[in-house]
C-alpha cells in the first residue's frame, strides 16, 4: 500500500487487483486488472505512473492518467516483492529469485542483473541509499549493501538470527530493518554496526 502524489491511495490485494482510493472523499476510484497473482509491491513513478509487481514474476507499469497497463516488464524467474525508482530514473525492482534487476523506463527494457554471489535465499526487499548505494534484505538473516558502480556488494550487515523482510533508510542516513526474529535493528552507515536493537514484537 502507498500513497499517491495527488492524495489517493493504492493498494495491492490477493485477488490480483490494484485498488485506488480517494482519500478525501474516501471512496474506491477505480480497480486495476492485469496481474495474475497476488499484487506484492507498489512504487509511484517519477512521471506520476504507479509501476506494481507480482507473484507472477511481472512488473506493470500503469498510466496513471488512463487507468491503463502502459508496459509489462518480464524477466524475473520468482514474486517480484520490491520496487524501488532510482534516483538516475531508472526502476530496481527485487525478487525471490534472490536477483535484483535495473530497468529503462524509457525503453522498458533490463538493463543488467544483480546476482548475490553469497546466498541462493530469496531476497526480500530493497530500498536505495541517499549515496546511491541499494540496500536489500534476505532470508539468509543479512542485509547486503549493492555498489551500483561496479555492480557489487561492498558490505554485508550480519546480527539478525531470522530472515530479513524489511529494510528502509532513516533521516539520519542510517539502515532499519525489520525481521522475522521479532526484532529491528538501526544501523550505522558510517561504522557498518549495531546502533540500536529495538525489541518488542513478539
Avoid at 1 to 7: A, F, G, N, S, T
Avoid at 31 to 36: E, F, I, N, Q, V
Avoid at 38 to 59: E, H, K, P, R, T
Wanted: hydrophobic letters at 35%; glycine letters at 8%.
Amino acid at each position: 500500500m502507498i500513497q499517491l502524489k495527488d492524495r489517493r491511495l493504492a493498494s495491492g490485494f490477493k485477488n490480483n487487483d490494484i485498488l485506488i482510493w480517494n482519500l478525501d472523499t474516501d471512496t474506491l476510484e477505480v480497480t486495476l486488472k492485469g496481474h495474475s497473482r497476488d499484487v506484492l509491491a507498489l512504487v509511484q513513478l517519477a512521471d506520476g505512473n504507479l509501476a506494481s509487481g507480482s507473484q507472477d514474476d511481472d512488473i506493470i507499469i500503469w498510466d496513471l492518467t488512463t487507468n491503463m497497463q502502459k508496459s509489462t516488464l518480464e524477466g524475473h524467474s520468482s514474486d517480484v516483492v520490491s520496487l524501488v525508482q532510482l534516483t538516475d530514473g531508472t526502476l530496481a525492482s527485487g525478487s525471490h529469485d534472490g536477483t535484483i534487476k535495473i530497468w529503462d523506463l524509457t525503453t522498458d527494457t533490463l538493463i543488467k542483473t544483480l546476482t548475490n554471489p553469497n546466498t541462493n535465499d530469496d531476497l526480500t526487499s530493497i530500498a536505495q541509499l541517499s549515496d546511491g548505494r541499494l540496500v536489500s534484505g534476505y532470508k539468509d538473516n543479512n542485509v547486503y549493501i549493492w555498489d551500483l558502480t561496479s555492480d557489487s556488494i561492498n558490505t554485508t550487515l550480519t546480527g539478525h538470527s531470522g530472515e530479513v523482510n524489511s529494510v528502509i533508510q532513516l533521516s539520519n542516513g542510517n539502515i532499519a530493518s525489520g525481521s522475522d526474529d521479532n526484532n529491528v535493528i538501526i544501523w550505522s552507515t558510517e561504522t557498518d554496526s549495531i546502533v540500536q536493537t529495538l525489541t518488542g514484537h513478539t
